[in-house]
């Protein structure tokens, strides 16, 4: 099977054989993608241009209403995507539901902000202004999508929710879809895609998916289109510097990996559910697609006198994990994404034992159903560094797999400056039923976090997870996380849209206010 | 005299002979400038720890009367800054005005901004929103202050408004200001430092100022660091991909030149009140500050039609400019910076009439009180291309001096895609009484701007100029105008902030949101 690229309004091969994708657990080929020979200058111009005029003609409650009928096709298609995630994924039923049924609720989510926002095309921020004594003459803020194309670069982990988030608030804000998923695991990307085209909801232009190499992509975007790139920090330093986007300014929106933290309070001794609480988000953050999410826990923070405690609870949770191939029903915990993810895990593990020793983990596997030699498995690992003020790469190297680091803090004041030492992190969570402890660790550890969450007892069930990204919320960390921000409701939107002062006589403004809909909601 | 540098919480003159100011009229060495041998290093950390912290102390009331207590010191002393305006940038009184008035006014706008927020000392932005079932688990948006300085890198043209417009808006964010002015113009906003820090207004580490060039600066750069830069996009070119900037994701605001233009409408004929304020403003920007202005208006469109009576009406009106030594009353416009902006300026132009012909100026200067050979003059020079939907250079040579080129065009349509050929611009103004072509054109043209004046009979007293930056609005345009955004009142203060969701117990939350202004005003 090659999977095609849907572009200009059609899906198109790629004219060689291009690159494989590979099962995990099986080892066995499941696809191949290519772009070779594909007219990305030619799919870039017919988005922009058929797929951005459309989408700027409809209100935002059409877009809505759009977004809605992409979500309601995989809806219907959902229990299919399961099989893909497990094959090319390596994906648990849970791991594939993170991705599937998230990419599904974003979009639903993303469907009903449209619906709010109603009759308008393009957003105002504010109020009118004076600006000087007449006031006759005022100003205003107005937002407009911009002309270009939303390009949304995405990383392996997400084949679903990665295109979904991205390509769902690009579309709200009026902007034509172009994503570009990673090769190795992009057949749930392909189906997707393929399916809602299929179903015939979505305009020309407004959606396209380019399967393989990104080839000359970045040589022909101009200032008028938006880049949203989830991956490593290698590639977004690539981005950033690349000559097309420094000429042209090109919007650039990073989401690269961090060493997010769990902060486990002074209050919460062995015993509370806190603590309890505190262990089971560990675990789960460490084995939840086995640890490939950028939002993942690399850090755990315990005071100093509760650490033996708590590396005796994570390691006894993580013994009950079932590590092995996702179609036996008993495996809890599947492979990392392909061998190169595998080596480069155990490389950064190499390195962290550098400062920190293994607690469990790291070799000791056990496989169900799977053969170790053709397989990408990785056992999850706990490391304990007991140095963590002095120490750098348990700060600084990111194990993308099931790898945790725990370590001890003294007081209050060092957990946070802890926490900041990962210069810059996706999340941070804290676990306490302490709350100025809460407050002051939330307002201390803001500045180098994209998001905190923050649990005692009262919320320990139905709080959505350190590593889960809830479209209401914003995603993206400063510093190493890259600096950028998605979703966050009605605030995902500026980044698609030209915002612009607006001066004249007050009434005519009024009438240009008049066709806008709230950008702060 | 030497201009030292105010770091660390002293001052201090560079070890060598360092960089000549010059006096752009009589061609004389007005001081010197060095930072060989400063300590930047030390310098921005004395700012981030001793300026940081007590500007993070301090509620946003009490940096607005900091702020303040900046711009009565200023105040006091405003008389004494036209002779050195007049001295190292050749200004004109009114010139001076728009730069050292311009700069007070923002500092007191920006106090007052303070004052409004009251005892906060961070930001919220939005409600609490619910996240699942549970009403208990909520979300919300907080900001805060950033950890490092603010780096606020600042162009030529103005040494008064450019630096007071980051340092407050820094500031009243709670991020200390390092500013960096462009050595040749640097006597005008060292003195008022100097004014500033004698007055002992300003806290030990809030406020620094790098006399000479930037050394080092970009080295020493975190991702806590705010920079703001204004000037050539070659410079902006070299910061974007800085290999500090880029490895630490360093907030990066940019405001480059841009080809800004001007629309008359289709309704505004000769004789008209729009017609004769169309033409005032033209002329306006082509000679205030000798159009020394990232602003000023390059590119005049007027309806074919009226192109002859559009031209005629411009060249008399720049027959009435007085072009010469600042120091004679009769002069209403004064020489370029320097001789290198002179010869870039004249570059400009050369490659202007490779698609443009002359209208006036271009070499028929006559100077009052001054030396051709000693000075940095340029005759205000009209320039009129009529095929400019084809030609090219018209739309991307930038000539940095008292220089705009009149085009016209067929239909309104037409008017939007010539604006837009600019590949964004920091501003443009439409000059009509047609409220349906105002409102078509500012949706039309808004994808490619920063800001849209819109001036008819009934606001053309009042209106506040298209070149001058209002303190309310935002200042930065997309594209090719470096896609950055200063100022808008409230807005300013995002740059200097990190937001972030936080997520937990919906009355714990409420207990972060007491604490916190909000950040929509």
């Keep these: ?126 109020k009118l202004e004076r600006l000087s004594r007449d006031e006759a003459f005022q100003a205003m803020h107005v937002s407009v999508p911009i002309r270009g194309v939303g390009i949304h670069i995405n990383a392996f982990n997400f084949p679903s929710w990665g295109l979904w988030e991205k390509a769902g608030m690009s579309i709200l804000a009026g902007v034509p879809a172009f994503a570009k998923p990673a090769t190795a695991t992009a057949l749930l990307s392909y189906q997707m895609v393929k399916d809602v085209i299929d179903a015939g909801v979505v305009p020309p232009g407004v959606l396209s998916l380019v399967c393989g190499g990104a080839r000359e992509l970045t040589d022909l975007v101009t200032g008028q289109d938006a880049i949203a790139f989830t991956g490593s920090a290698d590639t977004a330093a690539a981005l950033k510097t690349h000559k097309r986007v420094i000429e042209s300014c090109v919007r650039l929106n990073i989401e690269a990996d961090s060493l997010n933290s769990c902060i486990l309070g002074p209050d919460a001794k062995p015993g509370t559910p806190e603590f309890d609480f505190f262990v089971r988000e560990v675990v789960r953050e460490m084995t939840t697609k086995a640890g490939q999410k950028c939002t993942a826990i690399r850090r755990a923070f315990v005071p100093k006198a509760v650490i033996g405690d708590v590396a005796a609870a994570i390691e006894a949770a993580l013994g009950k994990i079932v590590v092995g191939n996702p179609r036996n029903e008993t495996v809890t915990m599947g492979p990392v994404v392909s061998k190169s993810q595998q080596k480069a895990v155990l490389e950064a593990v190499a390195k962290l034992k550098s400062e920190a020793k293994v607690v469990t983990g790291d070799g000791a596997l056990k496989l169900v159903d799977a053969d170790a030699d053709k397989s990408c498995f990785i056992a999850p690992t706990l490391l304990r560094c007991d140095t963590p003020a002095t120490a750098n790469v348990v700060h600084d190297v990111e194990p993308f797999g099931p790898v945790s680091t725990l370590m001890p803090y003294d007081n209050a004041a060092q957990a946070i400056q802890l926490a900041d030492r990962g210069e810059g992190s996706l999340v941070a969570s804290i676990f306490t039923g302490d709350k100025d402890f809460a407050r002051d660790t939330v307002l201390g550890i803001g500045p180098y976090h994209g998001r905190v969450l923050v649990v005692d007892a009262s919320v320990g069930k139905a709080q959505t997870g350190h590593g889960i990204v809830m479209p209401m919320c914003v995603h993206g960390g400063p510093g190493r996380a890259g600096n950028g921000a998605e979703l966050g409701g009605l605030r995902g939107l500026a980044f698609y849209h030209q915002r612009f002062a607006v001066q004249g006589r007050a009434d005519w403004l009024q009438n240009v206010a008049a066709g806008a809909a709230d950008a702060n909601g």
Tied chains: 1, 2.
């Design 1 to 126: 099977m090659k999977l095609a690229s849907y572009v200009s309004g059609r899906w198109v091969e790629g004219s060689d054989q291009g690159t494989a994708l590979i099962d995990p657990v099986l080892g066995t080929e499941l696809a191949r993608a290519s772009t070779t020979g594909v007219d990305v200058g030619a799919a870039l111009a017919f988005a922009r241009d058929k797929g951005g005029a459309a989408l700027r003609d409809m209100t935002f409650a059409q877009r809505g209403a759009l977004i809605k009928g992409i979500a309601d096709v995989l809806t219907a298609k959902r229990d299919s995507y399961f099989a893909i995630a497990q094959a090319n994924s390596g994906n648990t039923k849970i791991d594939g539901a993170i991705d599937i049924d998230g990419g599904i609720g974003t979009l639903k989510y993303i469907a009903r902000l449209g619906e709010t926002l109603g009759a308008a095309k393009y957003l105002k921020d504010g």
